[in-house]
């Protein structure tokens, strides 16, 4: 059939906009009183939080925080630090976690009857007495709801129990010491499901409370090189301050890093525990906070969390006595691969740019946070990029296209501060012809972050030609 007419047809874009990645998006694992919890979020799968109020509906909220380390985390991060998102992991199952507690006579007491924070609300039956035939109905004859973190049991008025003085009252209660560091270390691979459930990748891990054990560590920095088997991102974790088998002072940190092997590129080393007021934090915590409110500010994660805020009034061990870190003894932690905190120049701040790879490798990609985290940044946004091209025809103009969008991407980040420098290219002698004949393509980039400014020297002299011209 002949045309007339003027006719207009699309080509894809031949450069691709960069699907650039969350950074200073922390995964915490750990035990949260999910028995409490208004929308209880299922055991052992990530779950996404915004805000607290979000958090506490599908985690519970106890202060109770050395049972349930996870409600230290959704303190701290939207609390004290106010940055979002978080994803969260209970590995504290209701279902199966959990003890017996026989039917016994309670005392009611106001129309209440008080029983424990450990109680979980479905296994509660309740009756008038021992010897009656059924159970009383719940929210006809009683209503269950917690009370100050307490389950408690509350006759209604126009039920058969109104009157009662006494109610006989059979529960089970979970049982937090359930969730072993063997429970959270298992658990850890629940971080490759972030992507299909909540639609981001962290690239933060935290396991306050369980991190300061030597195996959950180890699972924690692995997983780190390789979430989803591709993406990267660190852990962050504590060294224990316990007065048996721990560090309760700065100049036995050392050698506890170096002998239970917190030496990995991919961990960011904590010690000690730090407190605000009344409430204790492992340091792990507050520094997840520190990065995460540090990224939002700067837009990539470039900057250290050395030498920022912490939330906190003070250090100290897990027996709750006060450490004092002066600037040597924490230079002396920095200088073996442990971030400490500081209060030095006008309050407490997060000390240290060393992962815990460092005295040992001394690569500079490696050892310095901000310069392992942005290649770990850049690295997360390629597979991101570029997923989209696989398996489309390996041609000239495939291959233009991936190198060209990636050097007009490494530019933006040069103009912005975020680097000193980058570019992509094909280098031949690393394409042989069978690689490219079964389809396998390898783009070289090259990047440079730039390295925090530790150190800073003045050198001061007396100039006697001042005198002259200040007196002649």
């Known amino acids: 059939m002949a045309k007339h007419g003027v006719y207009v047809s699309e080509q894809a874009t031949s450069v691709a906009t960069p699907v650039v990645v969350e ?34 509906e599908k985690l519970g909220y106890s202060d109770d925080w050395e049972t349930y380390p996870l409600c230290e985390a959704m303190y701290s991060h939207f609390k004290l630090f106010n940055v979002s998102p978080a994803i969260f992991c209970n590995m504290l199952d209701a279902g199966s976690m959990k003890s017996d507690v026989a039917a016994a006579e309670k005392n009611v007491v106001n129309k209440k009857v008080a029983l ?31 009370e ?36 959270v270390a298992g658990g850890i691979e ?20 369980y991190s300061d054990n030597s195996g959950v560590a ?24 316990a007065a048996s088998g721990g560090a309760d002072a ?59 805020k912490l939330q906190i009034d003070g250090l100290v061990n897990a027996a709750g006595s006060e450490i004092v870190l002066s600037l040597a003894q924490a230079n002396i932690l920095n200088g073996g691969g442990i971030a400490t905190a500081l209060n030095f120049m006008g309050g407490f701040v997060c000390w240290g740019n060393y992962t815990g790879c460092y005295p040992t490798n001394t690569d500079v990609k490696d050892y310095f946070i901000p310069v392992s985290r942005m290649i770990d940044f850049a690295c997360n946004t390629l597979i991101r990029t570029f997923w989209g091209k696989l398996d489309q025809p390996m041609n000239r103009r495939l291959i233009d296209t991936i190198v060209d969008s990636c050097n007009i991407w490494l530019n933006g980040l040069t103009g912005s501060g975020y680097i000193l420098g980058g570019r992509c ?10 690689n490219l004949m079964a389809g396998i393509v390898k783009l070289h980039v090259y990047i440079t972050p730039p ?17 002259a011209s200040a007196l002649t």
């Open 250 to 308: 700065y100049d036995e940190a050392i050698a506890l890093k170096n002998s239970n092997n917190y030496t990995d590129e991919n961990m960011i080393v904590c010690w000690p525990m730090v407190k605000l007021a009344d409430k204790v934090f492992h340091l792990s915590t507050q520094v997840a906070g520190v990065i995460a409110s540090t990224d939002a500010t700067y837009g990539a994660p470039f900057v250290s969390p050395s030498n920022k």
């Open 116 to 146: 424990t924070k450990k109680a979980i609300p479905g296994t509660v039956v309740v009756k008038a007495s021992a010897s009656a035939p059924a159970a009383l109905v719940l929210n006809t004859d009683y209503a269950l709801y917690f």
């Open 23 to 56: 950074t200073g998006v922390p995964f915490f694992i750990g035990a949260s009183p999910i028995q409490n919890a208004e929308n209880p979020a299922t055991t052992g799968m990530p779950v996404l939080a915004t805000s607290w109020n979000e958090a506490v």
């Open 190 to 209: 629940a971080v490759d499901l972030c992507m299909s459930t909540v639609g981001m990748v962290p690239d933060l891990l935290v396991a306050p409370g």
């Open 218 to 241: 180890a699972v924690m920095a692995a997983k780190a090189d390789a979430i989803n088997g591709m993406f990267r991102g660190k852990a962050i974790v504590d060294l224990s301050t």
């Open 148 to 183: 100050d973190e307490v389950l408690t049991v509350e006759v209604l008025s126009g039920g058969s129990a109104y009157a009662a003085t006494t109610l006989n009252i059979a529960y089970s209660e979970v049982t937090p010491a359930s969730v072993t560091a063997n429970v």
């Open 425 to 434: 290219e094909m280098l031949s002698d690393e394409n042989p012809d069978t």
């Open 451 to 467: 390295s925090p400014a530790q150190e800073i020297n003045f050198v001061v002299e007396y100039d006697v030609d001042y005198v």
